[in-house]
């Protein structure tokens, strides 16, 4: 008791301390802790220096940047990081080890590798990049084309959480219960830029419903971005105007990722076909505009079979030749006579079904199109007309409009075969067997640069259909060359350009302009008939060697066209890689 006595009397005595500070206004009672009083030493807080707080707000930063890149932009600033350390040591590469005395076989086989290891490693839009890429490979030392061909589309799948998050935001958050009966969970199929699910409407109608990837939008702009800065380093280490084509390219795979275009362009085939004898051969799934979006596309579920595995197709009972055909003659009408062009003819595009006990060829996938202007049509409706009749110097005239040097090369590449004219000889006479690699990388600079003469005249829709020819040429020799190709295009080029000229000679001139037309179109149809036999030739010593002598490696005349190719690309410099198939991935 007196204990506690004492000690409340201690507490509650206002001691000389006590009473200075409760007789302080605010702002000094502040100063009278941090100053100190009564004897009582100064006594300094711990303080972190400028530097310090750098790397704290740094820290900070960049964990809430990686955070965002992370989950809500999907890494797209961490994957154009890469590409830029990337690029930027194959630069470095180039700029102090391509010389004279390197060895530029292992210079460009490394940096191959890198190349191709980041375009696999970001996957995809860079994916579908580098398959873009891949249609200029040519132009490129011989183990990028090797490399190129390695490079397939393995699109990772969506969980279903983030499809259904996508459905909700573009048709509805009641979607399912008003337009749908079922949607199946787990895609059939996924590409780089969306993936395939199969519903159900409430109508019974099956249907594939394509959503696009979450990550697209947020990526698009600056994978884009990225690629128009690897192709730029790419010029810059090559010495090769590439800016021309990067910009369109970029534009084109920009439209690809808007499914309110591939809704545009599967509406416009389909309504071209419905009028055309394609009619009933070839088919468009029916779309459904109501239910699409930019992000959605909702059409006709169609089971049929794809053209990857021929073997399959033939096991099935359908004919390789009909498919051909029926493929050759769309596409050499729309290059002709639509100029409207399905710039992605890979056989998984397309499927084969047997409708009333007839075959039918089904095209997928319209979100890469382009379109050709009435002037572009005639020109080259003209080019293959000329080049048919060996007339050189309305090629040259042609090719020469649209700022392009090498008519010989360009040729060839047009018709898919070996091209030339009477001064071939004397354009690839400085060809040496024995060339260093370092010095045919220096030619294919230089015949590049030559053949881009004028970039600004150059047509960029050829870009999208020179691959397309690529392929279709591709497609027929994969299937055994079962059609002349040469001649259904030709054929519709001819036609078309009478059409497109008002009157089956043109316009109107002299006698003697009329008979010199008339014995034009007499020599490009005796060309043709000749084209014809030859390969009914080559087509009947192909048959004999596979099934009397069981020689499958007898050659088709695609083939043998390749061969001519490949022989005119080396004589220019350029080297083509036979084993590649452009048709994979």
């Not at 109608?205 to 730029?232: C, G, S, W």
């Not at 004999?544 to 190719?565: H, P, T, V, W």
Request: net charge positive; proline share 3%.
């Amino acid at each position: 008791m007196i204990k506690n006595g004492l000690l409340n009397r201690a507490l509650l005595r206002p001691s000389r301390l006590t009473h200075e500070f409760v007789f302080l206004k605010p702002y000094q009672r502040v100063n009278f802790f941090s100053s100190g009083v009564n004897g009582f030493s100064k006594q300094k807080s711990p303080s972190i220096s400028k530097f310090g707080k750098f790397l704290i707000i740094s820290a900070g930063g960049l964990t809430v940047g990686y955070l965002i890149d992370k989950y809500y932009l999907y890494s797209a600033f961490r994957r154009s990081l890469r590409t830029v350390v990337c690029l930027a040591s194959i630069a470095i590469d180039y700029k102090f080890r391509f010389t004279e005395e390197s060895d530029v076989d292992a210079l460009n086989q490394s940096n191959a590798n890198k190349l191709f290891d980041l375009l696999s490693t970001n996957k995809g839009l860079y994916i579908k990049l580098g398959q873009t890429i891949a249609m200029q490979a040519t132009l490129f030392p011989k183990v990028y084309q090797q490399k190129f061909n390695l490079l397939f589309d393995n699109a990772p799948k969506d969980e279903w959480s983030i499809v259904n998050k996508t459905l909700e935001s573009e048709l509805g958050s009641d979607y399912y219960e008003t337009i749908f009966s079922h949607i199946d969970e787990d895609p059939f199929a996924s590409a780089s830029i969306a993936q395939v699910h199969k519903g159900v409407l409430k109508n019974g109608e099956v249907v594939a419903i394509k959503v696009q990837h979450d990550a697209i939008p947020k990526q698009v702009n600056i994978d884009l971005f990225t690629y128009r800065f690897m192709m730029k380093i790419y010029g810059y280490l090559f010495d090769m105007p590439l800016d021309f084509i990067t910009a369109y390219v970029s534009k084109k795979v920009s439209e690809e990722t808007n499914f309110e275009n591939e809704l545009k362009n599967s509406l416009e085939m389909q309504n071209l076909l419905q009028h055309d004898d394609l009619a009933g051969k070839v088919y468009v799934p029916v779309a459904h505009p109501e239910i699409s979006t930019k992000k959605v596309l909702v059409c006709e579920f169609i089971d049929g079979t794809s053209l990857i595995h021929p073997d399959e197709l033939e096991r099935k009972g359908f004919s390789l030749q009909n498919i051909m055909k029926n493929m050759l003659v769309l596409y050499s009408k729309q290059i002709f006579k639509w100029g409207l062009i399905h710039c992605d003819p890979h056989p998984g595009n397309f499927l084969v079904r047997f409708v009333d006990g007839k075959q039918q060829l089904v095209i997928l996938d319209h979100g890469l199109y382009i379109k050709l202007d009435t002037n572009f049509r005639k020109n080259y409706c003209l080019l293959w007309k000329s080049l048919i009749e060996f007339d050189m110097e309305e090629v040259k005239r042609i090719v020469s409009s649209w700022g392009i040097g090498s008519p010989d090369l360009f040729s060839s590449m047009v018709m898919m075969k070996r091209f030339r004219s009477d001064n071939f000889e004397e354009i690839t006479s400085e060809k040496e067997h024995d060339l260093s690699e370092f010095e045919r990388n220096n030619i294919i600079k230089n015949r590049f640069l030559n053949f881009f003469e004028n970039t600004d005249k150059f047509p960029l829709s050829l870009i999208f259909l020179g691959k397309t020819m690529r392929m279709m040429q591709a497609l027929n020799q994969k299937f055994g060359s079962p059609c002349n190709r040469i001649n259904i295009l030709g054929n519709e080029a001819i036609k078309n350009f009478i059409a497109l000229n008002e009157g089956p000679l043109g316009n109107k001139s002299t006698r003697i302009t009329l008979l010199r037309r008339a014995y034009n179109y007499l020599v490009v149809h005796v060309v043709l008939q000749i084209s014809s036999l030859i390969f009914y030739i080559i087509k009947a010593k192909q048959i004999i060697m596979n099934r009397i002598f069981n020689d499958k490696n007898s050659k088709g005349s695609e083939d043998i066209l390749e061969d001519q190719l490949v022989y005119v690309a080396n004589s220019f410099g350029v080297e083509i890689d036979k084993n590649q198939d452009i048709l994979a991935g």
